[in-house]
Protein backbone atom coordinates (compact mmCIF):
# COMPACT_ATOMS: atom_id res chain seq x y z
CA UNK A 1 0.00 0.00 0.00
CA UNK A 2 1.57 2.69 -0.92
CA UNK A 3 1.71 6.41 0.73
CA UNK A 4 -1.37 8.41 -0.84
CA UNK A 5 -3.26 5.73 -0.38
CA UNK A 6 -2.52 5.31 3.20
CA UNK A 7 -3.33 9.09 3.58
CA UNK A 8 -6.68 9.09 1.46
CA UNK A 9 -7.51 5.89 4.25
CA UNK A 10 -6.43 8.53 7.26
CA UNK A 11 -8.75 11.46 5.50
CA UNK A 12 -11.75 8.98 4.14
CA UNK A 13 -11.52 7.58 8.23
CA UNK A 14 -11.31 11.28 9.71
CA UNK A 15 -14.39 12.18 7.70
CA UNK A 16 -16.57 9.28 8.21
CA UNK A 17 -15.58 10.04 12.25
CA UNK A 18 -16.90 13.56 11.86
CA UNK A 19 -19.61 12.53 10.06
CA UNK A 20 -20.86 10.33 12.53
CA UNK A 21 -20.29 12.77 15.18
CA UNK A 22 -22.44 15.16 13.33
CA UNK A 23 -25.45 12.49 12.38
CA UNK A 24 -25.30 11.56 16.75
CA UNK A 25 -25.05 15.25 17.71
CA UNK A 26 -28.09 16.44 15.58
CA UNK A 27 -30.01 12.89 16.95
CA UNK A 28 -29.29 13.98 20.14
CA UNK A 29 -29.77 18.05 19.74
CA UNK A 30 -32.94 17.15 18.02
CA UNK A 31 -34.73 14.72 20.51
CA UNK A 32 -33.68 17.13 23.51
CA UNK A 33 -34.91 20.13 21.30
CA UNK A 34 -38.85 17.71 20.95
CA UNK A 35 -38.35 17.33 24.93
CA UNK A 36 -38.41 20.46 25.63
CA UNK A 37 -41.19 21.91 23.00
CA UNK A 38 -43.46 18.59 24.12
CA UNK A 39 -42.93 19.61 27.87
CA UNK A 40 -43.86 23.49 27.31
CA UNK A 41 -47.00 22.05 26.32
CA UNK A 42 -47.69 20.26 29.24
CA UNK A 43 -46.96 23.77 31.50
CA UNK A 44 -49.24 25.57 29.03
CA UNK A 45 -52.02 22.58 29.44
CA UNK A 46 -51.41 22.97 32.69
CA UNK A 47 -52.06 26.83 33.16
CA UNK A 48 -55.08 26.26 30.65
CA UNK A 49 -56.57 23.93 33.16
CA UNK A 50 -56.61 26.35 35.94
CA UNK A 51 -57.62 29.26 33.63
CA UNK A 52 -61.15 26.67 33.19
CA UNK A 53 -61.55 26.17 36.45
CA UNK A 54 -61.71 29.92 37.07
CA UNK A 55 -65.35 30.51 35.74
CA UNK A 56 -67.10 27.83 37.59
CA UNK A 57 -65.30 29.63 40.61
CA UNK A 58 -66.43 32.90 39.86
CA UNK A 59 -69.79 31.71 39.36
CA UNK A 60 -70.31 29.83 42.73
CA UNK A 61 -68.60 33.08 44.83
CA UNK A 62 -71.56 35.18 42.84
CA UNK A 63 -74.16 33.71 44.61
CA UNK A 64 -72.92 35.79 47.75
CA UNK A 65 -74.26 39.58 47.25
CA UNK A 66 -71.53 40.64 49.43
CA UNK A 67 -68.99 39.30 48.20
CA UNK A 68 -65.82 41.94 47.15
CA UNK A 69 -66.79 43.10 43.49
CA UNK A 70 -63.67 44.39 43.02
CA UNK A 71 -61.70 40.87 43.62
CA UNK A 72 -63.96 39.04 41.25
CA UNK A 73 -63.63 41.18 38.67
CA UNK A 74 -59.85 40.96 39.32
CA UNK A 75 -59.73 37.51 38.75
CA UNK A 76 -61.75 38.06 35.76
CA UNK A 77 -59.38 40.32 34.38
CA UNK A 78 -56.03 39.20 34.69
CA UNK A 79 -57.51 35.23 33.64
CA UNK A 80 -58.83 37.11 30.02
CA UNK A 81 -55.05 38.73 29.67
CA UNK A 82 -53.82 35.82 30.69
CA UNK A 83 -55.40 33.60 27.77
CA UNK A 84 -53.77 36.56 25.17
CA UNK A 85 -50.31 35.79 25.94
CA UNK A 86 -49.21 32.78 23.75
CA UNK A 87 -45.66 31.64 22.67
CA UNK A 88 -44.78 29.97 19.95
CA UNK A 89 -42.41 26.82 21.78
CA UNK A 90 -40.32 26.73 18.43
CA UNK A 91 -39.22 30.20 19.78
CA UNK A 92 -39.09 30.52 23.81
CA UNK A 93 -37.12 33.86 24.17
CA UNK A 94 -36.71 35.50 27.24
CA UNK A 95 -39.10 38.53 26.49
CA UNK A 96 -41.97 36.26 25.44
CA UNK A 97 -41.73 33.82 28.34
CA UNK A 98 -41.00 37.12 30.83
CA UNK A 99 -44.56 38.01 29.61
CA UNK A 100 -46.11 35.49 29.79
CA UNK A 101 -44.87 34.35 33.51
CA UNK A 102 -45.88 37.97 34.16
CA UNK A 103 -49.41 37.10 32.79
CA UNK A 104 -50.12 33.91 34.80
CA UNK A 105 -48.48 35.20 37.86
CA UNK A 106 -51.21 38.18 37.98
CA UNK A 107 -53.95 35.42 37.86
CA UNK A 108 -52.20 33.42 40.25
CA UNK A 109 -51.83 36.79 43.03
CA UNK A 110 -55.92 37.67 42.25
CA UNK A 111 -56.63 33.93 43.14
CA UNK A 112 -54.99 34.25 46.16
CA UNK A 113 -56.66 37.45 46.76
CA UNK A 114 -60.37 35.95 45.85
CA UNK A 115 -59.32 32.74 48.35
CA UNK A 116 -58.27 35.29 51.42
CA UNK A 117 -61.81 37.31 50.82
CA UNK A 118 -63.72 33.94 51.10
CA UNK A 119 -62.52 33.01 54.52
CA UNK A 120 -64.79 35.61 55.52
CA UNK A 121 -67.63 33.83 53.95
CA UNK A 122 -68.21 30.91 56.42
CA UNK A 123 -71.56 29.69 54.16
CA UNK A 124 -68.87 30.70 50.72
CA UNK A 125 -66.46 28.22 52.44
CA UNK A 126 -68.87 25.14 53.91
CA UNK A 127 -70.54 25.50 50.04
CA UNK A 128 -69.59 21.94 48.58
CA UNK A 129 -69.79 23.54 44.96
CA UNK A 130 -66.41 25.56 46.16
CA UNK A 131 -64.95 23.13 48.11
CA UNK A 132 -64.69 20.64 45.32
CA UNK A 133 -63.15 23.58 42.84
CA UNK A 134 -60.46 24.07 45.92
CA UNK A 135 -59.33 20.52 45.84
CA UNK A 136 -59.09 20.78 42.33
CA UNK A 137 -57.31 24.58 42.36
CA UNK A 138 -55.00 22.44 44.53
CA UNK A 139 -54.44 19.79 42.33
CA UNK A 140 -53.73 22.39 39.62
CA UNK A 141 -51.44 23.95 41.05
CA UNK A 142 -49.50 21.48 42.49
CA UNK A 143 -49.49 20.31 38.38
CA UNK A 144 -48.41 23.54 37.56
CA UNK A 145 -45.35 23.22 40.06
CA UNK A 146 -44.61 19.93 38.98
CA UNK A 147 -44.74 20.60 34.94
CA UNK A 148 -42.70 23.83 35.81
CA UNK A 149 -39.63 22.02 37.47
CA UNK A 150 -39.65 19.28 34.96
CA UNK A 151 -39.14 22.25 31.95
CA UNK A 152 -37.09 24.09 33.56
CA UNK A 153 -34.83 20.63 33.57
CA UNK A 154 -35.79 19.68 30.13
CA UNK A 155 -34.06 23.28 28.91
CA UNK A 156 -30.64 23.37 31.16
CA UNK A 157 -30.27 19.73 29.69
CA UNK A 158 -31.10 21.06 25.80
CA UNK A 159 -29.24 24.10 26.49
CA UNK A 160 -26.48 22.84 28.01
CA UNK A 161 -26.24 20.20 25.43
CA UNK A 162 -25.75 22.69 22.22
CA UNK A 163 -23.74 24.89 23.98
CA UNK A 164 -20.58 22.43 24.66
CA UNK A 165 -17.63 21.20 23.02
CA UNK A 166 -17.73 20.56 19.67
CA UNK A 167 -21.53 20.19 19.73
CA UNK A 168 -21.70 23.68 19.84
CA UNK A 169 -20.51 24.14 15.86
CA UNK A 170 -22.66 21.52 15.09
CA UNK A 171 -25.50 23.46 17.04
CA UNK A 172 -24.49 26.36 14.75
CA UNK A 173 -24.33 25.06 11.89
CA UNK A 174 -28.05 23.23 11.97
CA UNK A 175 -29.57 26.04 13.26
CA UNK A 176 -30.17 24.87 17.44
CA UNK A 177 -30.35 27.73 19.54
CA UNK A 178 -30.45 28.43 22.84
CA UNK A 179 -34.35 28.59 24.64
CA UNK A 180 -35.62 30.33 27.46
CA UNK A 181 -36.47 29.38 30.82
CA UNK A 182 -38.46 30.16 33.97
CA UNK A 183 -36.49 32.36 36.24
CA UNK A 184 -36.40 30.64 39.91
CA UNK A 185 -36.96 33.32 41.94
CA UNK A 186 -37.68 31.98 45.40
CA UNK A 187 -41.65 30.98 45.64
CA UNK A 188 -42.01 31.59 41.82
CA UNK A 189 -43.48 28.01 42.01
CA UNK A 190 -45.61 28.00 45.00
CA UNK A 191 -47.85 31.20 43.71
CA UNK A 192 -50.92 31.06 44.87
CA UNK A 193 -50.02 29.01 47.84
CA UNK A 194 -52.90 27.13 47.91
CA UNK A 195 -52.31 24.57 50.01
CA UNK A 196 -52.00 27.30 52.72
CA UNK A 197 -55.04 29.03 52.18
CA UNK A 198 -57.04 26.04 52.08
CA UNK A 199 -56.04 24.91 55.55
CA UNK A 200 -56.04 28.48 57.01
CA UNK A 201 -58.17 28.66 59.99
CA UNK A 202 -58.78 24.87 59.87
Do not use: H
Request: hydrophobic letters at 40%; a neutral charge.
Amino acid sequence: MNRGTIVLLVIGLFLAIVMMNGCSSYNSMNRMEKDAKAQWEQVENAYQRRNDLIPNLVAVVKNYADFEKSTLEAVVNARANATKVTIDPSNLDEASLEKFQQAQSQVGSTLSRLLVVAENYPDLKANKNFLDLQTQLEGTENRITNERRVFIEKVKEYNISISSFPRKIWASLFGFKEKASFKMQEGADKTPDVDSLFNKGK
